[in-house]
């Protein structure tokens, strides 16, 4: 298990990153995957770029992680389940099920998704007894809650370019899975107005 300045180094790696998408107009969620203290791979949300909902940041780290084990000669199945995670955000409910599926054994995350977050906000994908559904994971969120979730509410302040119906503030919540995966994931982080759900993690680790 990490230690506290490792986790804090990883994690400010993953805002780096979120803070690259940011100012390529994506979704500002970063991510970096550490193997026997060494990131081997690493992303940031690329939806926009790719026009696919699905390129979250965790994905396209995967992506990479599985490139760096055929590259130098490691078998993944042996990889993954020591790899540590650092997302910036709570990871979703379809990036949770791909985590749980690829074995990962421990994910550390900056603030809450309280609109799609599949370990602990919406579901707990990572815990719950699923059978042939991979292993549980543990997830610890909270690191650096507060710039995560700014980075997050700074895009969405400035509305996604990209969305298809982005919504406004005073809009509220969307409804449904029909419309684009960034804009109702904006919707969470724009509705309330003074954000606190979104700190609630605070500096405290939590662990789901
Ligand atoms: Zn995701």
Known sequence: MADQGEIEKYMYSALDLARAALAKGEVPVGCVMVYQGQVVA????????????????EM?????????????????????????????????????GALRLLNIPTVW??????????????????????????????????????PCAALLKQFYGQQNPNAPNPKKKSEGRSTGLGGN????????????????????????????
């Open 42 to 57: 690493q992303g940031h949300n690329r939806v926009n770029e790719s026009k696919n909902a699905t390129v979250h940041a």
């Open 60 to 96: 396209v780290a995967v992506g990479q992680l599985l490139e760096w084990c055929m590259k130098v000669g490691l078998d993944k199945n042996e990889v993954l389940p020591i790899v540590q995670l650092y997302v910036t955000c709570e990871p979703c409910i379809m990036c949770a």
């Open 109 to 146: 995350y900056g603030c809450p998704n309280p609109r799609f977050g599949g370990c602990g906000s919406v579901l707990s994908v990572h815990s719950d007894r699923l059978e042939s559904y991979g292993q549980q994971f543990k997830c610890i969120g909270g690191i650096f809650a507060e």
């Open 181 to 208: 995966l960034a804009s109702n994931f904006g919707s969470a982080f724009g509705g309330s107005g003074d954000g606190s759900e979104y700190y609630a993690a605070g500096y405290g680790y939590t662990e789901f």
